[in-house]
């Protein structure tokens, strides 16, 4: 009920003061995949396009991707048409260092790399196999590690063929290319390899007023 008022509130009265210019990102129930899609058809009716997501549910103690429990949120965001807002940091799996000694430099310069570990257990995920037309933006995750990541999951994908991994008829650039949206600040290096991350996956995006 908490999470239903919240939607509606940020729905119907935060993004419904500014229609048009501020754009609703509801949340899922993460503690529950049959309510989570649950939400998403009902906040689809109201408008919404997308719905937040996190990186790793099982570091949070709920089921992992991998175990076929949240397919029936994937099949539902498919069949809404609703794009999955899978924001960094947003799991437990952060990679900063157990040092307490660890600079706060340290942490701010991680997280996207954990983009890149969540797009890969997305990417090997027989889920997305089942529902091909899923859409995943990783928000503010960056551009500039994805060419070595697809180059990385190519050469596996070829060198290690007897593992018969399926990606649904798809090469793991294909793959990439045809699920998920990556989100940039600032990332020149990025710009630069955009042909090789794809021009149509790569959506610019800004933070202000936050640092980034």
């Not at 997280?111 to 196999?129: E, G, I, R």
Request: proline share 6%.
């Amino acid at each position: 009920a908490c999470l239903r008022a919240y939607n509606d509130w940020h729905i119907d009265e935060w993004a419904g003061s500014h229609p048009g210019r501020f754009i609703p990102l509801p949340l899922c129930a993460l503690w529950s995949p049959q309510l989570s899609a649950q939400e998403v058809r009902r906040v689809a009716r109201k408008g919404a396009t997308a719905i937040a997501f996190s990186q790793a549910p099982e570091t949070f103690g709920h089921p992992s991707i991998h175990s076929g429990a949240w397919d029936p949120f994937f099949a539902a965001c498919q069949e809404e048409d609703v794009t999955i807002a899978i924001h960094i940091a947003s799991s437990n799996m952060v990679v900063t260092g157990d040092s307490r000694e660890t600079p706060i430099e340290v942490a701010s310069t991680l997280p996207c790399w954990n983009s890149l570990t969540c797009a890969a257990h997305l990417l090997w995920c027989k889920s997305l196999v089942k529902y091909p037309h899923v859409k995943i933006a990783l928000s503010e995750g960056g551009t500039s590690w994805i060419s070595g990541f697809l180059d990385r999951m190519e050469r596996q994908f070829h060198l290690q063929r007897w593992m018969k991994s399926d990606l649904g008829g798809l090469r793991p650039t294909e793959k990439f290319r045809r699920h998920f949206l990556a989100c940039f600040i600032c990332d020149p290096s990025g710009l630069l390899l955009r042909d090789r991350i794809g021009i149509d996956n790569i959506a610019y995006e800004v933070d202000y007023p936050h640092s980034d």
